[in-house]
């Protein structure tokens, strides 16, 4: 059995450094991707510090050194909105990021919100995925090269909430949620631990006070994943990577 990897935490001065030192990463693990496997998958996270992160990508000190030519984006949850929503996951990054670089159009997969439902939603993407990466929809989970994640207030990760009946499921590679606790009361459409924990890499981004209690419970093994999803996240043949700045790390790392 392969073990799994221990966590790595990095600890950054505040928001935007760490927003800086995220871009960055994602550009160096782009180019080990392109070099390894030809193409770079990577799983877009929603929030305020993802969207930090793919300003700076898309600015031109960055954007250069990514050949967005053999970039794959995908999404790691959505809102069942319209994508003309500015809650939009979708909408977010593509006003951030897709927008102002080279990315293929065929080569972004936003979560489609026109279905019957959520979980018509989640079943159609399930079969992009297979597409997409080559792979039987009935076999192992397709593998991404990189996983975008952030952290809630009440550890949430993706659109995997405590509590919820999708963080049991063992199969699936979609599936739809409830809303959760967080605005908007829509349901989502998330990809599944058995998607995040195939990854080559899962990277958190975490910023902000409120989140270091949840990050503290995480990292110590405190909290369950049915009490804290985030906890779920272990990859099973890869690496698992906290980006943080100084007040989510408050409890987690002596403070300096």
Known sequence: MTAVS???????????????????HIIASAGEAVRARGRFTLALAGGSTPEKTY???????RAPRIDWSKVFLFFGDERYLPPEDSRSNFNMARRALLNRVAVPPGQVFPIPTDCKDPAESAAVYARTLATAFGVPPDGPPPRFDLVLLGLGDDGHTASLFPGAAALNEDRAWVTSSPP???????????????????????????????????LHDVMTGKASRVQMPAAGVRPTDGALVWLVDRAAARLVRPAS
Do not use: C, H, W
Not at 55 to 61: G, I, R, T, W
Not at 183 to 209: K, M, S
């Open 180 to 214: 959760g606790v967080l605005p908007p009361p829509v349901d989502r459409v998330t990809l599944t631990f058995p998607v995040l924990n195939a990854a080559y890499e899962a990277l958190f981004l975490v910023a902000g006070e409120k989140k270091a209690g949840p």
């Open 6 to 24: 221990q966590p790595v935490l990095r600890v950054y001065r505040d928001a935007d450094r760490l927003a800086a030192e995220a871009a960055d």
């Open 55 to 61: 300003s700076l990508l898309a600015e031109p000190a």
